[in-house]
């Protein structure tokens, strides 16, 4: 990390608006991260969480920004040898969550690999104390590993008990990889546009994002960027979410927010009256300005401000109108739109894991009764092999590629009821 690199942070933080970023192998103390963020600007947005192992300051180091709104609900953060932090989110007693951000020991050697398998069991120990304390998690960073050789060796049924054990328990716990998920990547034979590190001579995947079942259900995009190569040989893995899925308050039984707006009626008014208001007010700052006498500009102007307010409110004759404004969040999740989207994501995961296939050949028929009624209301026809009732298992294959063109078809649905949605907030609000 150097104060060029936190400009261009500073750019990116601009260009995608992240609510929380983390950074690895940034091999800077503390002190001096949150002096640069705080000399290109990044402060007045971005509350800096980082770790260093002191003794080791060239090979650790994790930086976390979280916008301050957000900040605001730490409740905890934990280190680990400069290269494990966890940071514990609480928004009510029912919305609490984790996440854990690791850069992983890299190196073939017989210390490197023992030093993975000792951070990966913090790793794993961290998880277990978030899940008995309900949290859901997100778990990421440069984990130095590669998920197809933990594949290899489970495929061959040979025992996971080393580096890679760190995947077993993360599959074992119903833990989710959101890029492999939702991009499709085949782990076994993957393409350079999936990779998440590239150099010279070859390229791979080691950095991962994993999260729980439930803040799945609210994932809307994930991806991975090409960052910029003069920074660093990793890609930037982004995922987007439902907002209330993850930090708001649990859902009420009103699904609307009452707010209130007065309207002067400034009209009524006569000339008489105009000059009486505008005596009473000058002689209400008079003496409000000899019994406190402010020091800056802002306690000034909340003076004159209370001031206007409370002569308007008792002089001026006024109605009160009651807003409602709907849940933006909640109110994207009403729509067909979205239960079709979360409709093919649940299909399509049930497809491509063995455990989900045989609950999808299950209730088979009532699923593809659903997706039916589904594409018949958004008034989508199409005449695909996984509309027919009977399911066969010689046809997986183009289940799965069907899936993935419906999916690409709920994607787009979404996100352009997502903008009708936010065009028409934006007209009423104009109106309002």
Known sequence: MTQLKMMNIKSTLAKYDFDILALTETKVIIKNAKFMAKSVGINKHYTVFGIIDN?????????????????????????????IIKIDFNFSKYNKFSIIAIYNKSGNSVHARDSRQTLNQIVINL??????????????????????????????????????????????????????????????????????FQNYSTFSQIDYMWITNNLYDGVIKAKIIE?????????????????????????????????GRIKYLYEDLDED???????????????????????????????????????????IKHKEFKIVVDKEDQDIKNTLEYR??????????????????????????????????????????????????????????TYLKEIEELFSVAYISLNTEMGKKKEKKIMEAIER
């Open 55 to 83: 003794a080791h300051i060239n090979s650790t180091g994790i930086i976390i920004l979280v916008k301050n709104d957000i900040a605001n609900h730490v409740t905890d953060v934990q280190d680990h040898l400069g290269r």
């Open 127 to 196: 998880i277990k104390e978030a899940r008995r304390k309900q949290q859901q998690i997100i778990f990421m960073g440069d984990f130095n590993l590669r998920f197809d050789r933990y594949e290899k060796l489970k495929n061959k049924r040979v025992r996971i008990k080393n580096q890679f054990s760190i995947f077993k328990y993360l599959e074992n716990h119903e833990f989710i990889d959101v890029h492999k998920d939702f991009l499709n990547i085949d782990d076994q034979n993957l393409s350079k546009r999936y990779s998440t």
């Open 227 to 259: 960052y910029n190569s003069l920074d660093t040989d990793h890609s930037l893995l982004s995922m987007r979410f439902i907002r209330n899925n993850v930090i708001f308050q649990p859902i009420r039984t009103n699904k609307n927010i009452k707010a």
């Open 273 to 315: 009256s105009k000059k009486m208001i505008i005596d009473m007010t000058e002689k209400e700052l008079d003496v409000r300005l000899k019994n406190y006498t402010p020091t800056n500009l802002d306690e000034k102007w909340n003076i004159y401000n209370h001031v206007i307010a409370t002569i308007k409110k008792n002089h």
């Open 340 to 397: 079709f989207y979360r409709y093919i994501v649940y299909i399509r995961r049930g497809l491509k894991k063995a455990k989900g296939l045989e609950q999808i050949k299950k209730n088979w028929k009532k699923i593809i009764r659903n997706l039916r009624s589904i594409l018949k209301a958004l008034e989508i026809n199409v005449d695909f092999y996984i509309l027919s009732y009977y399911f066969r298992i010689v046809l997986i294959d």
